[in-house]
């Protein structure tokens, strides 16, 4: 079992987090600590100008409050209803995806699934025709469940009452303290 583990390991990414999507993110964080008896970060935003979804093909503002459990991996990413696609009230309560983090290639990736017929739902830049920050696949490729890939770059990250988020010591922002951090 250990060896097929370790090339399970080597070969394929193992999930970081399963990202949740909530009506309420406060009564979300309440529920889900008493639940599973996880604590969560303090509330952040993953901010940006530069989001393409469903909603609007041209670049355009996204604003998701989110909190990260300080438990995992996998950890998991609560994220209120926000905006009129990927993340809105019309997509319901529960899970919205599984997250690979700090993929090597996101665009590779994007490129290898697209030749296979499966589509994105979902991408956040970092500026204006700039590189890909995250992606999301069609919900229907998992039952429902998209993977998202997130590139090895730093996230738009602030909290939520807009000061900059924490720094991991790559320099890259996260919601939770240095010393706190996974």
């Not at 602030?158 to 951090?181: N, S």
Request: proline share 6%.
């Amino acid at each position: 079992m250990e060896k097929r583990l370790e090339v399970w390991q080597v070969g394929s990414p193992l999930i970081h987090h399963v990202g949740v999507l909530v009506g309420d993110l406060e009564e979300a964080i309440e529920r889900w600590s008493r639940g599973i008896g996880y604590t969560f970060s303090e509330v952040g935003r993953y901010r940006t100008d530069f989001y393409i979804d469903s909603s609007d093909t041209e670049p355009h503002y996204h604003d998701a409050r989110i909190s990260f459990s300080r438990e995992g991996p996998p950890y998991i990413e609560l994220m209120e209803f926000c905006g009129e696609g990927t993340h809105s009230a019309a997509q319901g309560e529960g899970i919205h995806h599984l997250g690979f983090m700090d993929y090597p290639d996101v665009d590779g990736r994007l490129r290898e699934l697209e030749a296979q017929g499966i589509r994105c739902d979902g991408m956040a830049l970092d500026g204006p025709g700039g590189k890909t920050l995250l992606w999301f696949t069609e919900k229907q490729l998992l039952h429902g469940i998209r993977a998202e890939y997130v590139a090895e770059l730093s996230q738009p990250l602030v909290m939520d009452d807009g000061r900059p988020a924490y720094r991991d010591d790559r320099g890259f922002a996260t919601l939770l303290p240095p010393e706190e951090g996974p």
